[in-house]
């Protein structure tokens, strides 16, 4: 299934949804996916690199990498461009969870 199509799937149920955009050239991308490993139970998670997935980025405005956007049923609920710290996402998904 590609990309677009897990994003459908997950915005089908009440399940929350985090993409996260990246670029592989991107220094960012080292702490990135530590961090999503702890969220991986609470939350589905996309990733989409931008460069590759154009397409999707262009769809959700994205530019900058990494970028996160957290939903449910389509609907966006937080949207943060650059370092996100772990305490700041679990707060936030803590906050939309329920």
């Given at each position: 299934m590609d990309i677009t199509g897990k994003i459908e799937e997950v915005n089908q149920s009440d399940s929350l949804l985090l993409v996260v955009f990246y670029a592989?050239?991107?220094?960012?991308?080292?702490w990135i996916e530590p961090l999503?490993?702890?969220f991986e139970k609470?939350?589905?998670i996309v990733r989409v690199n931008i460069e590759s997935?154009?397409?999707v980025a262009d769809a959700y405005e994205i530019e900058i990498a990494p970028s996160?956007?957290?939903?449910r049923k389509g609907k966006m609920l937080w949207e943060k461009t650059?370092?996100?710290f772990p305490g700041e996402l679990r707060d936030v998904i803590e906050m939309f969870k329920n």
């Open positions: 592989d050239w991107s220094p960012h991308c080292e999503l490993h702890e609470p939350v589905n997935n154009r397409k996160f956007v957290l939903q650059g370092e996100v």
